[in-house]
């Protein structure tokens, strides 16, 4: 799987847009780019994921860089809620028998009220 | 919608005692499951998943043991529990056949081996 990296943690305010970045300049063609969030004592939550095109579904967008060695995760209207740490994943499959996934350390988004 | 069902939420278990956890998915047929665990402060370690009844893979020798008894029901269990047994563990699926949709998560049992 290609690293990623992320910042170990943002700040936000609530009702402002989220954007988290994620670096993945070693990605490969038939790797996709998946986003995980982990709220404290729960599990983690999946958000999205694409290959190369942008995509959209009702918890977040994910933004493609056209050379695909980077993403931006946006939540659009950020409430106190979406404090937990983000996730990104690059692997060529997530849902595949032996492919466990592997988090990196993530980072921490905080809603500030 | 699917649905994943683990329990208990938290259990205090003393050393040398048995364990049993259970995962359920409702809403979906044929799924690949996962047990991972989560020690504090570190990242996810795969234990087992299964592509179908009685069909389990162990990624990591320990004295867990896993068993699929039916199409959406995945048991985690150990005869005598370690230790360092301690930690969050996790339930997942995945839909069968198709390696680029996601893992989803159940919301975990916190284990304490006192």
């Known amino acids: 799987d290609a690293k990623t990296t992320q910042p170990t943690s943002m700040d936000c305010a609530e009702g402002r847009a989220a954007n988290l970045p994620c670096n993945h300049s070693?990605?490969?063609?038939?790797?996709?780019v998946y986003w995980y969030r982990q709220i404290h004592s729960q599990g983690p939550q999946y958000i999205i994921h694409?290959?190369?095109n942008n995509e959209t579904n009702e918890m977040a967008s994910l933004i493609i860089t056209e050379d695909r060695k980077s993403s931006t995760l946006i939540l659009p209207h950020a409430t106190l809620r979406d404090t937990a740490v983000y996730y990104c994943?690059?692997?060529?499959?997530?849902?595949?028998?032996?492919?466990?996934?592997?988090f990196g350390k993530g980072t921490h988004l905080i809603i500030q009220p | 919608s699917q649905t994943i069902h683990q329990w208990p939420a938290t259990l205090v278990q003393p050393v040398g005692s048995p364990l049993s956890l259970e995962c359920t998915v409702e809403?979906?047929?044929?799924?690949?499951l996962y047990w991972y665990r989560q020690a504090a402060g570190r990242g996810l370690q795969l234990l087992f998943y299964?592509?179908?009844?009685?069909?389990i893979s162990s990624e990591v020798p320990q004295n867990l043991s896993a068993s699929r008894p039916q199409d959406r029901q995945f048991i985690l269990s150990s005869k005598k529990l370690l230790l360092s047994d301690s930690g969050f563990y996790l339930c997942?699926?995945?839909?069968?056949?198709?390696?680029?949709?996601?893992?989803?998560f159940g919301d975990g049992t916190r284990l304490s081996i006192l």
């Open positions: 694409g290959l190369k």
């Open positions: 070693t990605i490969s063609g038939n790797e996709y």
């Open positions: 809403g979906t047929s044929n799924p690949n």
């Open positions: 299964s592509v179908g009844i009685g069909q």
């Open positions: 997942a699926w995945s839909v069968r056949g198709f390696s680029n949709q996601p893992q989803h």
């Open positions: 994943i690059v692997r060529v499959g997530a849902g595949g028998g032996a492919d466990g996934l592997t």
